[in-house]
């Protein structure tokens, strides 16, 4: 494989702080709609928003990056009301930055009827059937008009389960490809950053290589992707130190798909910079609150009289007494619970906070160089903490 001609980026990445004894780091990362401080965890908004917030309100949980899925609004509103729009960030009202995931990825795991050869992946529309087919050409092209920050290209993703090694190789080998078709189609390397994404299943070798072939593409960043499909922690482990230790220095390296506060402080340590998940969000909605000793299902009848906080000094609008917070307790959300949105709203703020709060005392920790006692405090209080 012979690497395309490499891109001018719109990004700036400084190293702020590397930890003494894990490849854990903090940096600053300077994106066309601002910066954000790297370790981030970034909540994910499918439909240009993320559900029941108004931008306003993911403003106020300190966001300042979040996903949109190009698959989702290149249905829905679709290519050309974004054009009109002006963008992705014009049709949601949000000033801060926005990365799209490049739609295949999503295909494949919400339709199981997509069908993937070098062209594209072949699928039938959700909304009326017709065949439809993305290439990385076309997946490009919606994220151009999408606008966003950071675009995704299209890559062939399996299940890192999947023991078929010959499909997991071509999987690697045609999302190679595919990066080259993305760059070539690419319109605006000025003003929007293409980050590869390396697969390769569990297979460390294969692994390697896919480093190899895509760091020489020389994108702005680099994703590591393929992941978060229930494969052993230990497997993960090693596949994020395998990539991790082959990338460049001076580059964001984003781990797709994670976003358990245990597998984000892990991933930290192994040399990872980036998560997104769906899962705090979701959670929110199924009234479960993240908090430092575990998650509390706030449905439980047990919280029915339970006048303390969600959680028990966060900084949250829901948590807070004064300051313009809300004060809201657990037996409100408990009661809320299953008969009113608002419920979910709050514990979404709530959960989001979490997950970003989380990030920022990772990130103070690796800067005063003490992440590995902040390691260990993070375990105990999460195994043997009082809720
Ligand atoms: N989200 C979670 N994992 C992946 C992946 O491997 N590829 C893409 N495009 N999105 C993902
Ligand atoms: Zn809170």
């Not at 039938?124 to 017709?130: I, Y």
């Not at 993703?157 to 090694?165: A, G, K, M």
């Not at 390769?200 to 190899?212: F, S, T, Y």
Request: net charge neutral; hydrophobic share 40%.
């Amino acid at each position: 494989m012979t690497a395309a001609k490499s891109m001018p980026s719109a990004l700036d990445f400084e190293l702020v702080a590397r930890c003494s004894t894990t490849k854990a780091r903090a940096a600053i990362l300077t994106l066309p709609h601002g910066p954000v401080q790297l370790p981030l965890f970034m909540p994910v908004a499918t439909q240009a928003s993320l559900k029941g917030l108004t931008p306003e309100q993911l403003e106020g949980t300190g966001c300042r990056l979040c996903l949109n899925n190009t698959y989702h609004l290149g249905l829905k509103p679709g290519q050309k009301t974004l054009e009109a729009v002006g963008g992705a960030h014009k049709l949601q009202g949000w000033k801060h930055n926005i990365l799209t995931d490049s739609g295949g990825f999503q295909m494949v795991s919400l339709l199981k009827l997509a069908n993937i050869t070098e062209e594209g992946v072949r699928f039938l529309s959700p909304h009326d059937g017709t065949p439809m087919l993305l290439t990385p050409e076309h997946s490009i092209a919606l994220q151009n008009t999408i606008g966003s920050d950071i675009i995704m290209q299209l890559d062939d993703v399996l299940v890192t389960t999947s023991p078929d090694t010959k499909r997991m190789r071509e999987a690697m080998e045609r999302s190679v490809r595919w990066l080259d078709r993305c760059i070539a189609a690419h319109k605006n390397p000025t003003t929007q950053n293409l980050f590869c994404i390396i697969q390769g299943g569990l297979d460390l070798e294969m692994r390697e290589e896919c480093c190899r072939e895509m760091v020489a593409r020389n994108t702005p960043g680099i994703a590591i992707g393929g992941l978060s499909g229930g494969e052993a922690k230990a497997d993960y482990c090693r596949v994020v130190s395998t990539c991790t230790g082959l990338l460049p220095e001076l580059k964001p390296r984003y781990v797709m798909g994670i976003g358990y506060p245990e597998d984000l402080v892990v991933s930290v340590a192994l040399g990872a910079d980036m998560f997104d998940c769906v899962w705090p969000t979701r959670t929110a909605r199924f009234g479960d609150a993240i908090t430092k000793y575990g998650v509390l299902k706030l449905r439980s009848a047990s919280y029915c009289n339970d006048f303390g906080p969600v959680e028990e000094g966060c900084g949250c609008v829901c948590c807070r007494i004064g300051d313009g917070g809300l004060g809201v307790t657990r037996a409100f959300v408990h009661h809320l619970a299953a008969k009113e949105t608002v419920g979910a709203h709050l514990l979404t703020i709530h959960n989001v906070w979490y997950q970003l709060a989380l990030m920022r005392s990772v990130r103070q920790s690796i800067i005063e160089d003490r992440f590995p006692a902040f390691l260990k405090q993070f375990f105990a209080d999460l195994h043997g903490g009082d809720k």
